[in-house]
């Protein structure tokens, strides 16, 4: 995921410069990351794939754009097993509706 994710930066910044491009790292909760966030040495261990939160926060960022042509594309390597409940994040395998 690391690797799709760096080089759609790279062609996005290479060959379409007036797009924008938000990259989202989710465990238990999501997190908006730059492209050097992904070059790190580690992602933290943490159960859970909270694609809840990760959507959540990719409606926000693509909101600040009302006139621009919107796209999610998701890359993952687990299941919707987390979502949150108010501010606390709830597990549950297997998945519910919820996640």
């Given at each position: 995921?690391k690797k799709m994710a760096?080089?759609l ?7 379409y ?27 933290e ?27 999610v594309?998701?890359?993952t390597?687990g299941?919707?097993?987390a979502?949150l ?15």
């Amino acid at each position: 995921a690391k690797k799709m994710a760096l080089a759609l930066h790279a062609l996005i910044e290479g060959r379409y410069p007036q797009d924008h491009l938000y990259l989202i790292g989710f465990s238990d909760y999501a997190r908006r990351m730059q492209p050097e966030d992904l070059t790190a040495a580690g992602w933290e261990r943490v159960y859970g794939t909270n694609m809840q939160h990760a959507f959540n926060l990719a409606g926000r960022l693509l909101a600040d754009h009302p006139r621009a042509s919107k796209q999610v594309i998701m890359v993952t390597d687990g299941e919707p097993t987390a979502h949150l409940e108010g501010d606390e994040v709830f597990f549950s395998w297997p998945p519910v509706p919820e996640t």
